[in-house]
C-alpha cells in the first residue's frame, strides 16, 4: 500500500459519510453473509469473532480495524464472546474536473475500495472519533453535515498516520501505552481507570496495577499531570482567562482549578503567570477570574480520586451555604428604592421620593426578606441550586428509602423502590412516577413537586427534572456510609433531629445484629460475597447486595485478596472460573435471579471448600438490590438471623 498516494487522493477527494453505527451481537451468535452497500471502515470495541471479509476468515478483536468497499462481503461467522463493533459508511468520489493524472492513479490504487486491516496503537482515539461521528448521524443541519464530515477526515488521519508511522506494518501496543496516548490527546475529557480497563477488557485492579508499575504513578494523577502543565503553557503564552484555561483542561470550576495548581506548583495561577511575564517581558497582561456557580468538589486535593465532578467529599454537610440570599438585603432594599424613584417618573433633578413611595419600597423589601427566608442555597455537581427551606412535596427516583429515614414522606418514586420490601414506614401516600428506566415526566409534572432529589450525574437528565422544580441530584457513590448519607438528608430538609434520633435506633439495632453473630465461628473464617449473572463476580464492601451488611455491620471477614482488591473504587471484579479459589472464602454469599442459578452446575464451582461443606447462603438478586440505609440495617438484621438460626446450637 502506497500511503502517500492514498493521502494524496483522498486530498482530492468528495466525500459524504452515509452511515456511522453500533453493532452488538451476542456470544455464539452468527450473522449470515452479506454485501456492504458502500465503502467502509470497521472498527471492533468489544469482544471476540471469527469473519470472514470477502471469503478470507479472520479474528475480530479489540481494536482492530478493517476497510474495504462497496460490495465486500461480510459474514461473523462465530462469535466467541458478546461482539460490538461499529461501522461509519461512506462515498467517495473524484470530481470530473481533476486531471487524467489523478484518475490513473485513482484507478491505480483505489484507496476507495482498498482491502487492509490494523490493529492501531491509539484505538481510544479512533473510538472517540467515531462515538462523537455516531452522535451526529441523522442530523440536518449543516454546522453538523460539516462536523461529521471532519470527523471523518480526523478518523483518516489517525489510520493512515499510523499506517505511515508504522511502515504499513500491523502492530500492537500494550494497553498503557495506548492508554498514555489517549490521555495526551483527551486530558480534558473524564478518564478513570474503570473506563480505560473497560476499553481493554481489563479489571480496573490489574490496570490500575499495570499502569502504576510502567509510569511509576496512578491514572489520574497521570492525568493531572498533564492538565497542569497544558495550563503553565496556555498562561505562560496566552492571555486567556482563567476561566477559559480551566475549562479547556477539564475544570469547570475555577477556583478549584486555582486550588489544585497552587498545591502542584507552589504558585496561584496568576502568581504562575507574572512570574513569567517578569521572565519574558513580551508577554501579555493577565488573566481575570470569571465568576462560575460553585460546583461540589473534593476538598482534598492529595486524594488521587478527586477530578473532573467528583461526588465524595470529607463533609457532606460543607455543601450547604446558609446565607439567606445571593444578594444581600442592602442591595436589594437599594435596588427596590431605586425601581421606585423610577417608577414616579424621577430624573437626575427629582425630589426624594415620597412617603408612599417609601413605605412601598419597605413593604416590597419585608416581602423579599420573608421570601429569603424560606429557601436556602445548596451546592451540587451542577451547581448552586435555590430550595424551599421545608420541602411539602418532594419527588425522587430511586432515594426513597433515604428520605423516609429522616421522617419526610415523598409524594412520588419509582415504583422498584416503592416495592422495596425492607421499607416499614407506610408508603401508601407514595405515588409511582414509573418504572427504573420509563420515568413519566408527566407523572412527576402532574404531582406539583416544591423540590426534586435524583441519583445521577447525567446532565442532561437533571435538566428535564430541573425545569420542574428545584432540583438536588446526589449521584451514586457520593456517601461514605449510612451515617453520612442520612446526616445529609437531614440537613437537606431541615430534619437534623429526626436524622439523629434514626441513627441512634440505626446504632442500636446494628449492634445487636452484630453480637448475635459474635462467636458463631473461628477466628480467621472468611466470608465471600459473589454475585452471578452470565459470569461470576467479586463484590466488596460499598456496592450493595449486602455488602454492608456483612462487611460493615456484622463485620464478618472477607478474603483478604478480596480486601486488598475490592476496598476502594473497585467495588466489584469480574473473574474467570481458574481463579474462583483464590476469591472465595470459608463461607460464600451469592446473588443471583431466581431462574438464574445454572452457576450450580458449574464444575469448578463444586470444588470449592465452600460449597463442598454446604457453607453457601443465597441472596435472589430482586431482593437484594436495593442500597441505602434503610434496607442496610434490615438486611443485616436478616443475615444475622439466617446465620445464627444455621450454626446457633
Known amino acids: 500500500m502506497d500511503i502517500d498516494e492514498h493521502l494524496r487522493l483522498w486530498d482530492h477527494a468528495t466525500v459524504k459519510i452515509l452511515d456511522v453505527r453500533q453493532v452488538m451481537l451476542d456470544p455464539h451468535e452468527k450473522r449470515s453473509a452479506y454485501r456492504l452497500p458502500a465503502s467502509f471502515f470497521l472498527l471492533v470495541t468489544r469482544g471476540r469473532a471469527y469473519a470472514a471479509v470477502d471469503g478470507v476468515l479472520q479474528m475480530f478483536a479489540p481494536f482492530k480495524v478493517v476497510h474495504g468497499g462497496k460490495g465486500t462481503q461480510l459474514e461473523i461467522v462465530q462469535t466467541l464472546e458478546a461482539l460490538e463493533y461499529y461501522l461509519i459508511c461512506y462515498k467517495a468520489t473524484m470530481p470530473l474536473s ?121 491514572v489520574i494523577e497521570y492525568v493531572i499531570q498533564i492538565r497542569i502543565q497544558q495550563a503553565k503553557t496556555w498562561l505562560s503564552q496566552t492571555d486567556a482567562s482563567l476561566q477559559e484555561i480551566s475549562s479547556r483542561i477539564g475544570y469547570e470550576d475555577v477556583y478549584y482549578f486555582s486550588r489544585l495548581f497552587k498545591k502542584r506548583t507552589g504558585l496561584s495561577p496568576i502568581e504562575f503567570k507574572m512570574s513569567q511575564r517578569q521572565h519574558n ?42 446565607t439567606r440570599s445571593s444578594l444581600p438585603l442592602t442591595g436589594l432594599l437599594s435596588l427596590l428604592l431605586f425601581l421606585s424613584a423610577c417608577s414616579g417618573g424621577a430624573s437626575l433633578n427629582a425630589q426624594p421620593v415620597s412617603s408612599q413611595n417609601a413605605s412601598s419600597a419597605e413593604a416590597q423589601t419585608k416581602s423579599a426578606e420573608q421570601a429569603v427566608a424560606q429557601t436556602k442555597t445548596v451546592s451540587t455537581i451542577f451547581g448552586d441550586v435555590v430550595i424551599p427551606a421545608k420541602a411539602n412535596r418532594i419527588v425522587t427516583n430511586n432515594l426513597l428509602s433515604s428520605i ?66 428545584p432540583t438536588v441530584a446526589v449521584p451514586f457513590g457520593t456517601f461514605k456510609n449510612d451515617h453520612e448519607e442520612v446526616r445529609y438528608y437531614g440537613k437537606l430538609l431541615g ?5 439523629e434520633a434514626w441513627l441512634a435506633e440505626y446504632d442500636r439495632r446494628a449492634e445487636a445484629a452484630k453480637k448475635k453473630v459474635e462467636g458463631l465461628f473461628p477466628a480467621g473464617e472468611t466470608f465471600a460475597l459473589m454475585r452471578w449473572e452470565s459470569d461470576f463476580r467479586i463484590l466488596g464492601n460499598r456496592w450493595g447486595r ?27 471484579l469480574s473473574i474467570s472460573e481458574e481463579v474462583l479459589d ?58 444475622a438471623d439466617m446465620l445464627v438460626a444455621k450454626y446457633r446450637k
Open 495 to 499: 430534619r437534623e433531629a429526626e436524622a
Open 582 to 639: 483464590k476469591y472465595a472464602g470459608d463461607h460464600i454469599f451469592i446473588v443471583s435471579g431466581k431462574d438464574n442459578r445454572q452457576f450450580e452446575s458449574n464444575p469448578m464451582w463444586k470444588q470449592l471448600k465452600a460449597v463442598k461443606e454446604g457453607k453457601v447462603y443465597w441472596f435472589e438478586s430482586e431482593r437484594y438490590s436495593y442500597w441505602d440505609p434503610i434496607t442496610t440495617i434490615a438486611q443485616a438484621e436478616e443475615i
Open 98 to 218: 481533476c486531471k487524467s493524472e489523478l484518475l490513473q492513479a485513482l484507478e491505480q490504487h483505489r484507496p476507495f475500495h482498498a482491502p487492509f486491516a490494523m490493529e492501531p496503537r491509539s484505538p481510544l482515539a479512533l473510538l472517540d472519533i467515531v462515538q462523537n461521528m455516531q452522535g451526529l448521524v441523522g442530523q440536518e443541519g449543516q454546522w453538523e453535515k460539516l462536523r461529521i464530515k471532519s470527523l471523518f477526515y480526523q478518523f483518516l488521519l489517525e489510520v493512515y498516520g499510523q499506517l505511515r508511522d508504522d511502515h504499513n506494518r500491523v502492530t500492537t501496543t500494550d494497553p498503557v501505552t495506548q492508554a498514555m496516548t489517549y490521555m495526551k490527546t483527551h486530558f480534558a475529557q473524564p478518564i478513570t481507570v474503570e473506563f480505560l480497563a473497560d476499553m481493554f477488557g481489563l479489571s480496573p485492579g490489574y490496570m490500575a496495577r499495570r499502569f502504576k508499575s510502567r509510569t511509576g504513578t496512578s
Open 546 to 572: 449486602g455488602g454492608q451488611a456483612i462487611y460493615d455491620i456484622l463485620q464478618l471477614n472477607p478474603p483478604p485478596i478480596v480486601k486488598q482488591e475490592l476496598w476502594g473504587d473497585t467495588q466489584q
Open 404 to 469: 423516609l429515614a429522616v421522617g419526610v414522606t415523598p409524594v412520588g418514586a419509582l415504583k422498584p423502590y416503592i416495592d422495596n420490601p425492607f421499607i416499614s414506614q407506610d408508603v401508601a401516600g407514595v405515588e409511582s412516577i414509573g418504572e427504573e428506566w420509563t420515568v413519566s415526566l408527566e407523572k412527576v409534572v402532574a404531582l406539583s413537586p416544591d423540590l426534586i432529589i435524583i441519583d445521577t450525574n447525567d446532565k442532561s437528565e437533571y435538566e428535564k427534572y430541573a425545569k420542574i422544580a
Open 281 to 322: 517581558p513580551s508577554a501579555r497582561s493577565e488573566s481575570s477570574i470569571v465568576p462560575l456557580s460553585a460546583h461540589w468538589y473534593i476538598d482534598d486535593v492529595n486524594n488521587e480520586n478527586h477530578y473532573h465532578y467528583l461526588v465524595k467529599r470529607k463533609d457532606p454537610s460543607s455543601m450547604y451555604k446558609m
